[in-house]
């Protein structure tokens, strides 16, 4: 929290909403080698995650979500790094660049992550008791170990009289691997949950179970919930914000409500009309699919896929803000009003500034 | 057990099925538990005593959760396995007993396309490869240019246009959505009447579901073929599907018309199930409280007695424990498998949304 003031300085809201915001990313920009290419995966990303909010990061895969998500908690793949650049500051720290001891020191109580694939995550020769342990602080009590265990899972939605903790991963179902995945999430008693497709590989039936299960503790505990999916529906039930992703760029930024029922972006508008029950209505329809990010031009990066693009489009796109907070990467977001609007912040700082504004609210 | 029943209403439908499945079952043998002496082995049915109708032009959509049979029954219609009981007829012939020349014709008028299209497709051979090995081996002789000519007619009509940007590639140099669209082409080079798809959209992302969907809703127009679509998306099925079977442990547990099923789902598990659909719509996500299942589909090993769902049914009575339920006709064409059907206001406590 040490460095609210630095923020106020930054931008003009009020101290209140500083403390409100729990993750700031600014101008992220994430590059990797891959063979003799360099990936963008990630560009001048700015993103913020308030205290006890559920935001959603939404896009299809290879729109550089994850790499946004293993930035924030340090999970980049270092040898393949090209670059990374940018701001990450969860809770009053800068988490970019720091050595491995201190950021294991930064992220405990602060933020936890989920995978979708919890297999891969969980140690296959350690019971599922044992894991949690390890993830407890230190200097407790045996008993007290016990005690906690028991709680996080029952938290997690798997009640005491199934003996999870005594089991190993492989003796779990998909959603009880999940669910004990969230409990070794939840045992640093974080401030923020990423959870990066956790339900894509489950069933319908348990995937609303298990959702169910992040709404309450997001309720309940007030832990706030950065949610990176590819499912619409997903984000419809979730979030209270959403961020959508299009090749390594955040193209809208809005409330949930406002982009399933207003979508400004064409990207986004057309990947609600992809929807199978929308088909009917839906005129515009996405053709193709997303760009090489190693082989990017200049200009917007949808262009190759609008039916809106000219010229302009040519020219990179800035994140145009609206009045109302809502932010969109276009050219159609000009309409004489709103060009005055943006005009009032200093010209060649479009792309930041009103960014981070947009998600104050 | 019929799923379908053979009574007057099916007048609207006048032809005879393509493929059927009558009364099949799939016995698996698992490893259990170690016993003195050894591992013991279980006996599973992943497909119990099903019988389904496919007919021609029509889209019929197999749905339930991981592990309740549905590609062991899309295995079986395909002759990839031996039933264990029942028989799947092909124009009205059990398939086993088929002359060498009808055989022939079953494979060419039967085709599949997987889920995975990278598995499917043999990654040393390049797209011109995997298409043209089934032109010549479908298609007799032909002379070069024809032969040509055939293959890239087969991948324009899958709209992998221009074709010769495709012909050398090989599948790991193709997108997901344009791995399908290769695996798709493959089953249509023989002009089948029917496919069938194992879950062809759950490894594609959103905007290429969509045209993916829109390309087997052509073909279906184009040149009449049926389909047999496995898919756990609701939404899907809801959007391309004439009819519906809805299976749980092995069991088809309800099947109608898609309308039928979704609109008045009558057995508890379908309802359940449309439940936990998450609609892309935040405005009746905020509106509805779910009541949901509790509970996975337990395993093929220890399937409960009676009803097979009632450890998890929300209206389940003593008797559904105890009792074996027999099939309900709920009208001509829809049928649940369900105790409690037919008691008024009974299922209707599990809300389903509004379609």
């Given at each position: 929290?040490?460095?609210?003031?630095?923020?106020?300085?930054?931008?003009?809201?009020?101290?209140?909403?500083?403390?409100?915001?729990?993750?700031?990313?600014?101008?992220?920009?994430?590059?990797?080698?891959?063979?003799?290419?360099?990936?963008?995966?990630?560009?001048?990303?700015?993103?913020?995650?308030?205290?006890?909010?559920?935001?959603?990061?939404?896009?299809?895969?290879?729109?550089?979500?994850?790499?946004?998500?293993?930035?924030?908690?340090?999970?980049?793949?270092?040898?393949?790094?090209?670059?990374?650049?940018?701001?990450?500051?969860?809770?009053?720290?800068?988490?970019?660049?720091?050595?491995?001891?201190?950021?294991?020191?930064?992220?405990?109580?602060?933020?936890?992550?989920?995978?979708?694939?919890?297999?891969?995550?969980?140690?296959?020769?350690?019971?599922?008791?044992?894991?949690?342990?390890?993830?407890?602080?230190?200097?407790?009590?045996?008993?007290?170990?016990?005690?906690?265990?028991?709680?996080?899972?029952?938290?997690?939605?798997?009640?005491?009289?199934?003996?999870?903790?005594?089991?190993?991963?492989?003796?779990?179902?998909?959603?009880?691997?999940?669910?004990?995945?969230?409990?070794?999430?939840?045992?640093?008693?974080?401030?923020?949950?990423?959870?990066?497709?956790?339900?894509?590989?489950?069933?319908?039936?348990?995937?609303?179970?298990?959702?169910?299960?992040?709404?309450?503790?997001?309720?309940?505990?007030?832990?706030?919930?950065?949610?990176?999916?590819?499912?619409?529906?997903?984000?419809?039930?979730?979030?209270?914000?959403?961020?959508?992703?299009?090749?390594?760029?955040?193209?809208?930024?809005?409330?949930?409500?406002?982009?399933?029922?207003?979508?400004?972006?064409?990207?986004?508008?057309?990947?609600?009309?992809?929807?199978?029950?929308?088909?009917?209505?839906?005129?515009?329809?996405?053709?193709?699919?997303?760009?090489?990010?190693?082989?990017?031009?200049?200009?917007?990066?949808?262009?190759?896929?609008?039916?809106?693009?000219?010229?302009?489009?040519?020219?990179?796109?800035?994140?145009?803000?609206?009045?109302?907070?809502?932010?969109?990467?276009?050219?159609?977001?000009?309409?004489?009003?709103?060009?005055?609007?943006?005009?009032?912040?200093?010209?060649?700082?479009?792309?930041?500034?009103?960014?981070?504004?947009?998600?104050?609210? | 057990?019929?799923?379908?029943?053979?009574?007057?209403?099916?007048?609207?439908?006048?032809?005879?099925?393509?493929?059927?499945?009558?009364?099949?079952?799939?016995?698996?043998?698992?490893?259990?538990?170690?016993?003195?002496?050894?591992?013991?082995?279980?006996?599973?049915?992943?497909?119990?005593?099903?019988?389904?109708?496919?007919?021609?032009?029509?889209?019929?959509?197999?749905?339930?959760?991981?592990?309740?049979?549905?590609?062991?029954?899309?295995?079986?219609?395909?002759?990839?396995?031996?039933?264990?009981?029942?028989?799947?007829?092909?124009?009205?012939?059990?398939?086993?007993?088929?002359?060498?020349?009808?055989?022939?014709?079953?494979?060419?008028?039967?085709q599949v396309v997987f889920q995975d299209p990278l598995s499917s497709l043999n990654p040393r051979m390049q797209v011109h490869r995997i298409i043209g090995d089934i032109v010549?081996l479908?298609?007799?002789?032909?002379?070069?240019?024809?032969?040509?000519?055939?293959v890239?007619?087969i991948l324009?009509?899958v709209?992998l246009?221009?074709?010769?940007?495709f012909l050398e590639r090989f599948p790991h140099e193709l997108s997901g959505g344009q791995r399908q669209r290769v695996a798709i082409a493959k089953a249509i080079t023989v002009?089948?009447?029917?496919i069938?798809a194992d879950e062809p959209?759950?490894a594609l992302?959103?905007?290429?579901?969509?045209?993916i969907?829109?390309?087997?809703?052509?073909?279906?127009?184009?040149?009449?073929?049926?389909?047999?679509?496995?898919?756990?998306?609701?939404?899907?099925?809801?959007?391309?599907?004439?009819?519906?079977?809805?299976?749980?442990?092995?069991?088809?547990?309800?099947?109608?018309?898609?309308?039928?099923?979704?609109?008045?789902?009558?057995?508890?598990?379908?309802?359940?199930?449309?439940?936990?659909?998450?609609?892309?719509?935040?405005?009746?996500?905020?509106?509805?409280?779910?009541?949901?299942?509790?509970?996975?589909?337990?395993?093929?090993?220890?399937?409960?007695?009676?009803?097979?769902?009632?450890?998890?049914?929300?209206?389940?009575?003593?008797?559904?424990?105890?009792?074996?339920?027999?099939?309900?006709?709920?009208?001509?064409?829809?049928?649940?498998?369900?105790?409690?059907?037919?008691?008024?206001?009974?299922?209707?406590?599990?809300?389903?949304?509004?379609?």
């Amino acid at each position: 929290m040490s460095s609210t003031s630095a923020d106020t300085s930054t931008f003009s809201s009020t101290a209140a909403e500083d403390d409100a915001k729990l993750l700031e990313v600014r101008g992220l920009t994430v590059h990797l080698n891959v063979r003799d290419r360099v990936v963008k995966a990630a560009d001048n990303v700015n993103l913020e995650v308030g205290a006890g909010e559920c935001v959603g990061l939404v896009g299809e895969s290879g729109s550089g979500k994850t790499m946004v998500a293993r930035t924030i908690v340090g999970l980049l793949p270092t040898v393949r790094l090209k670059c990374c650049d940018g701001e990450v500051v969860l809770d009053g720290t800068e988490m970019l660049g720091l050595p491995s001891k201190e950021l294991r020191r930064a992220r405990r109580g602060r933020v936890s992550m989920i995978f979708q694939e919890p297999t891969s995550y969980l140690n296959p020769t350690m019971r599922i008791g044992t894991q949690i342990a390890e993830a407890l602080p230190s200097g407790l009590g045996r008993m007290e170990v016990e005690d906690r265990i028991k709680a996080l899972l029952a938290q997690a939605g798997l009640p005491p009289g199934l003996g999870i903790e005594r089991r190993y991963p492989h003796q779990l179902s998909g959603g009880m691997k999940q669910r004990a995945m969230i409990a070794l999430a939840l045992a640093s008693n974080p401030k923020l949950l990423i959870a990066d497709e956790p339900t894509t590989a489950l069933d319908v039936t348990v995937q609303a179970q298990v959702l169910r299960t992040l709404k309450h503790l997001h309720q309940e505990r007030g832990m706030a919930i950065l949610l990176i999916t590819h499912d619409l529906g997903v984000i419809a039930e979730m979030c209270d914000r959403v961020y959508v992703m299009y090749a390594g760029e955040i193209v809208e930024a809005a409330d949930t409500m406002s982009l399933f029922e207003d979508p400004r972006h064409p990207y986004t508008r057309m990947l609600l009309n992809s929807l199978p029950h929308k088909r009917h209505e839906g005129e515009e329809v996405l053709k193709g699919s997303i760009p090489d990010l190693s082989m990017l031009g200049s200009g917007c990066r949808f262009m190759p896929r609008c039916p809106h693009a000219s010229e302009v489009c040519r020219d990179e796109q800035p994140l145009r803000v609206r009045t109302d907070g809502r932010a969109a990467r276009c050219v159609l977001e000009d309409s004489p009003a709103d060009r005055a609007a943006s005009n009032k912040g200093p010209q060649h700082r479009g792309d930041d500034a009103p960014a981070s504004r947009a998600v104050v609210r | 057990m019929t799923v379908v029943e053979k009574d007057p209403s099916r007048a609207s439908a006048p032809s005879a099925p393509v493929l059927a499945a009558r009364g099949v079952s799939c016995v698996y043998t698992q490893a259990g538990d170690v016993g003195v002496f050894g591992r013991k082995t279980v006996k599973v049915r992943a497909v119990d005593d099903v019988t389904v109708e496919i007919f021609p032009n029509e889209t019929l959509a197999i749905v339930g959760e991981s592990g309740c049979g549905k590609t062991t029954l899309a295995r079986l219609l395909l002759g990839l396995m031996k039933p264990a009981g029942g028989a799947i007829e092909f124009r009205g012939k059990d398939i086993r007993k088929l002359s060498r020349q009808d055989q022939e014709k079953f494979h060419k008028a039967v085709q599949v396309v997987f889920q995975d299209p990278l598995s499917s497709l043999n990654p040393r051979m390049q797209v011109h490869r995997i298409i043209g090995d089934i032109v010549r081996l479908w298609g007799g002789k032909l002379a070069p240019s024809a032969f040509n000519h055939r293959v890239q007619q087969i991948l324009r009509e899958v709209e992998l246009t221009p074709p010769r940007l495709f012909l050398e590639r090989f599948p790991h140099e193709l997108s997901g959505g344009q791995r399908q669209r290769v695996a798709i082409a493959k089953a249509i080079t023989v002009e089948p009447d029917l496919i069938v798809a194992d879950e062809p959209l759950s490894a594609l992302d959103v905007s290429v579901q969509g045209q993916i969907l829109d390309l087997l809703r052509r073909l279906k127009e184009e040149f009449g073929v049926g389909y047999v679509l496995i898919s756990h998306d609701l939404e899907v099925v809801r959007s391309v599907a004439d009819r519906v079977v809805v299976m749980y442990l092995g069991k088809v547990v309800e099947s109608g018309t898609v309308d039928e099923v979704f609109e008045s789902p009558r057995h508890p598990y379908t309802r359940s199930l449309l439940g936990s659909v998450l609609r892309a719509d935040p405005r009746a996500a905020k509106q509805r409280e779910r009541t949901l299942i509790s509970g996975e589909v337990p395993s093929l090993a220890s399937v409960p007695s009676g009803c097979r769902f009632h450890p998890r049914c929300p209206v389940a009575v003593d008797r559904c424990s105890v009792e074996v339920p027999v099939d309900f006709k709920v009208s001509g064409t829809h049928v649940a498998l369900c105790h409690r059907v037919g008691e008024a206001g009974v299922v209707e406590q599990i809300e389903v949304p509004v379609y």
